[in-house]
């Protein structure tokens, strides 16, 4: 059975950064893209980064280009996303999501909190 576990969210003034971990077990992690997605209250969820199953090509929604970063180590079978330079509309859960057949594995989700 898959499993996504999230970890690292929390509470961090505007302009600062986190660095968000997921752990990622039951299948071969090096065959499946990845991707973050989060939701803001009252919000549908939505992408934030994407990563190819090799980490060869990385996509970004425009909202965070420039300011997060995603990678992954296929060794560990592990995905991290590194967010720079938060704002306050960067609040929200942060999931992490599997692309494996049918309708994927999500995580539990990790709150990120940005407010001064």
């Known amino acids: 059975q898959v499993q996504v576990v999230e970890s690292g969210g929390g509470l961090v003034q505007p302009g600062g950064s986190l660095r968000l971990s997921c752990a990622v077990s039951?299948?071969?992690?090096?065959?499946?893209?990845m991707s973050w997605h989060r939701q803001a209250p009252g919000k549908e969820r939505e992408l934030v980064a994407h990563?190819?199953?090799?980490?060869?090509?990385?996509m970004y929604a425009d909202s965070v280009k420039g300011r997060f970063t995603i990678s992954r180590d296929n060794a560990k079978n592990t995905v991290t996303l590194q967010m720079n330079g938060l704002k306050p509309e960067d609040t929200a859960v942060y999931y992490c999501?599997?692309?494996?057949?049918?309708?994927?594995?999500w995580g539990q989700g990790t709150q990120v909190t940005v407010s001064s």
């Open positions: 990563i190819t199953n090799s980490g060869a090509k990385t």
């Open positions: 039951g299948l071969t992690f090096s065959n499946y893209a």
């Open positions: 999501y599997a692309r494996t057949p049918g309708s994927g594995s």
